[in-house]
């Protein structure tokens, strides 16, 4: 499991990180998004570029911790079922995800299903 | 007549430290708004001013409450060092602030540390002290802060009777002993509840017929080691239903980070989580649930007025005086999904039907008012007599 998140090393953040770490992330990965982690891998929610630009325009700096923006209420799929089929599902339905965490019983997070942007 | 146009109004300095106070304050600060020889100022403090906990002094702006100033004291680390350091911050600023505002009276709330800390410099000033909810049980720290207020403070507004009763054992004199209600109550049942179909689109909840069942659940000081083990039979006694879950996040306690760590681990995806919810829309869940679960102390105070089931777990809240809709379970997820099962019951909810709340009316905030703005500033307030 481990090497498929290896695979996405911007696409996640620690929940311990500020705006500065998720822009460097989304600067990175350019799907606009990151999930954050807290340091057993458990995922907190989903920060966009969007709740970034928000939080700004209400006062937050590059020095404001993650957790004040992060969506704790975002999409995530289990990894017991067809991940890839229903990921396509969720991109087709909204226009703004790029990215869906697959979690397994525990909440830890174990792939990321990504949308395909390079033909767009 | 120019000279009793120039006589200062009576200044009351409103601590506002979490969202559990500020409950109480809003519908006092109309009534003082409304009063001719009263006018106020705020000092915010502690979690208000905590990003992670919802920033809820924009919530204060927003309704346009005067607030003459803000004390950032509370130190991260949410352990019981940074509690008790952060409490000291506070103490080091007031006196000044209190002078610079030209407070006349202080007016605090409940049992938090900042409450604690601004009776002590109120009575030192010798500013007279009101109490709002004296006399209350709670069963830790927070128990015992709230009386050592009562033995700074010069007037007590206890919500019932049983907490009126035990000020007086307190050696308090009986002048200063007010049996007023609970004034959190007056905005509740004055009506500002956001509705449920609003409530449910602004939160996300499917409108899907299943039962909706709130989890609000603070850490205990004594056993904050264990505040994310309790969280998680919480979850996983809430889990055994087929309900539509909301969480409301936690306070700025100790072991709060465990009880967030808990909550993520152990949630499933559909449970809706807030960090911190305006209070029409926390009034408006307790309107639309059918049962609330956890520690808060509005399932003791504020859920018999809607009806709504509690199933409180624990010590926090033990030994307050319960309404009808009061289920009381331990930590063990068993007992807690039994409670919970039981407070779903058709039998439950009829035998609500006639549920009194037993904190009152909802007009306590006037009565409270009104006491402050008749009681004389005097050596008779201002030098208490112990009775004991």
Known sequence: ?120 | MAKKQAKKKLKIAIVAGSRGEWGYYQPIIREIEKHPDLDYGIIVSNMHLLDRFGSSIDEIRREGFKIDAVVHNTLDGYSRLTMAKSLSIFMLQLPEILHGMQADFVLVGGDRGEQLIAAIVGAHLYLPVGHIQSGEVSGNIDGVTRHAITKFAHLHFAANEDAARRVKKMGEEPFRIHNVGAPQLDDLLGGKVTPKKELFKKLGIPDNGKPLIVVAQHPVTEEFERAGEQMKETLEAVKQFDANVVIVLNNSDAGSNLVTKAIHEHRTPSMRIFPNLAREDYAGLMASADVLVGNSSSGILEAPSFKLPAVNIGNRERGRLQGKNVINAGYVRKEIQNAIAKALSKEFKRSLKNCVNPYGDGKSAKRIVDIIAKTPVSETLLVKKIMY
């Open chain 1, 1 to 120: 499991m481990k090497n498929k998140l290896s695979a996405y090393p911007n696409f996640f953040m620690s929940s311990d990180g500020t705006i500065a770490d998720a822009l460097t992330c989304i600067t990175e990965n350019k799907h606009g998004a990151v999930i954050v982690v807290d340091d057993r891998n458990i995922v907190y929610g989903i920060v966009a570029d969007g709740d970034v630009r928000r939080a700004m325009l209400k006062g937050a700096t590059m020095l404001t911790p993650i957790m004040k923006l992060v969506n704790t209420n975002s999409v995530v799929l289990p990894d017991t079922i067809n991940k890839e089929a229903e990921a396509e599902k969720i991109f087709g339905d909204h226009v703004g995800f790029n990215l869906v965490p697959v979690v397994a019983a525990d909440n830890t997070l174990v792939d990321i299903m990504i949308r395909n942007t390079s033909k767009a």
